[in-house]
């Protein structure tokens, strides 16, 4: 990943898939509230969201996707897919632990992403 650029509470970075496919993702933080990832450009079209939902005592963590693969065939898409639903899965697990204490010394790897 590179950073291309920041203005204020956007940032917009520059993602390569495997070796040579590259995408470019706006991302936007509402501190406190919740982080809007958006693949502006690439093989990836659609957003991901994470929010922070106040409970009183508690707090959820929603996380919502909505990702398209139009140039993928579709059995690859469905692959790609539960990639990504894999690695927003392991990364609210990671948030988890670091909120109820748990200090990741080696934090945990979902794996690569291969597209061809």
Do not use: H
Request: proline fraction near 3%.
């Amino acid at each position: 990943m590179k950073n291309l650029s920041k203005t204020g509470d956007t940032l917009i970075r520059e993602v390569v898939l495997g070796n040579d496919i590259t995408c470019i993702q706006m991302i936007t933080f509402w501190p406190e509230e919740r982080v809007q990832t958006k693949w502006i450009k690439g093989v990836i079209e659609g957003t991901k969201e994470i929010s922070l939902i106040s409970l009183g005592r508690a707090t959820l963590l929603e996380i919502q996707m909505n990702y398209e693969f139009p140039s993928v065939g579709s059995s690859d898409s469905k692959v790609l897919a539960k990639l990504f639903q894999n690695e927003a899965e392991l990364a609210a697990d990671m948030i988890k632990g670091v909120s109820e204490g748990y200090d990741y010394e080696s934090p945990p790897i979902a794996g690569r992403l291969w597209v061809s």
